[in-house]
């Protein structure tokens, strides 16, 4: 019986609260009675006010100065290397379709100008991507992945 009274005093502890933190010095300490007491909530008058759902803090995010920096890398890299390769691309299928004369001539053998342009266009996309994977490493991940540690910290805890 002891137990089942323990269970229900427990149960009124607000564990969704959103001063609630588990990691607060002093969680689960004895209040006396064998129950673990419930930390005290902070004065309202001297707690910053949080955002009151998920998508407040995801658009208070996006308007910050470090989401706003990691998109305009991303911005300054995809665009115009996805314009170089679109060209690239378009200058192949032009010169298949307008210039088969020259699409034709041979380079080494049976191997012809479209052959060389067509790999070139397998190595282009490779080395393409090796580009975009080392600069999203080397310029965006570490900031990317702050702004998501910060931005699920601030999301721990507030009604979705």
């Not at 673990?36 to 909530?41: D, F, K, S, T, Y």
């Not at 305009?72 to 060209?87: D, E, Q």
């Not at 041979?106 to 393409?128: D, E, H």
Request: hydrophobic share 50%; no cysteine.
């Amino acid at each position: 019986m002891e137990k089942q009274e323990g269970r229900d005093a427990a149960a009124a502890v607000r564990l969704d609260a959103p001063w609630y933190e588990a990691l607060d010095d002093g969680w689960g300490a004895l209040d006396g009675t064998g129950i673990p007491a419930a930390p005290a909530a902070p004065d309202p008058a001297v707690a910053p006010e949080r955002p009151h759902s998920a998508a407040d803090i995801y658009l208070e995010v996006q308007r910050s100065a470090a989401f706003q920096e990691v998109r305009g890398r991303y911005r300054r890299f995809v665009v115009p290397a996805s314009l170089a390769f679109f060209l690239w691309y378009l200058a192949y299928v032009v010169a298949a379709s307008a210039a088969p004369e020259l699409m034709a001539r041979p380079v080494a053998g049976a191997v012809n100008v479209a052959m060389v342009a067509g790999l070139g266009q397998f190595l282009s996309t490779f080395l393409l991507t090796w580009a975009y994977a080392r600069h999203a490493r080397l310029r965006r991940d570490r900031a990317a992945l702050e702004l998501r540690w910060e931005t699920q910290e601030m999301t721990r805890g507030v009604e979705q």
